[in-house]
């Protein structure tokens, strides 16, 4: 009799935690968008709060985790009413945090001018390219913000990729790097010399001395 009491006890438990599970779960998904336009419509809410103006979701897919450190989200391609073009939001499956790069819109012109008075430096010897990087960031930068704020401190930065057969090559590489300093540009660099590749960078705090770039010369000449 004792057995069965103890039986029909622990019956009980497991359905009223079923019970209240499915209570919690239904509570969760009601805060949570419940079809495509909501989704939008808070995404749109989400970019509103943190940078005041207002905003238009064009589209948005659902993307899977990649890797055991990635989780999955939402990536949006946005409209803004103050600036012309688009721009790419991410958000979590709860629709709680956004991430985004809305400052291409207002300062890509400035940063791209700044990217090509860099480029005038290169020597004709030089096959140069270069592509500006904006990183997904949950960082408010504001159009009233300092833009050298910006270029230092945030996560946009410059790649160039240069092929070159010259003998100095390092000095050129050095010369680069003090006109990207120059403009305040956070950069990565990829050098291709007759078969060889040298890459370096300096963004995020991370700094190098002139002697660790000429050396990654020196050891991919040997």
Sequence with gaps: MRLLKVFALG????????LTGCFRGEKADNNRPANTEEQK?????????????????QSMERQTAQ??????HYLAQVSS????????????????????????L????????????V???????????????????????????????????GITYVHFTVETNAIDVADTALALREALQ????QYTTTWKL???????????????TPQEICAKFERAAS
């Excluded at 078969?195 to 190098?208: A, I, K, R, Y």
């Design 11 to 18: 019956c009980a438990t497991l359905i009223l935690s079923a």
């Design 41 to 57: 419509a808070r995404i749109e809410q989400l970019l509103n709060e943190k940078y005041g103006d207002t905003f238009v979701v």
């Design 67 to 72: 890797m055991a450190f990635t989780k999955a």
């Design 81 to 104: 009413d103050a600036y012309p073009g688009q721009f790419r939001a991410r958000v979590d499956t709860d629709f709680n945090e956004v991430a985004d790069d809305y400052p291409r």
């Design 106 to 117: 207002y300062w890509n012109e400035e940063i791209e001018h700044r990217v090509a008075q």
């Design 119 to 153: 480029e005038k430096t290169m020597p004709e010897n030089c096959d140069a390219q270069w592509d500006i990087i904006y990183r997904l960031s949950g960082q408010t930068w504001k159009n009233t913000d300092s833009i050298e704020d910006y270029l230092m401190n």
């Design 182 to 185: 120059a403009q305040n540009l």
């Design 194 to 208: 007759d078969g060889t590749t040298v890459t370096f960078g300096e963004m995020q705090g991370q700094t190098l």
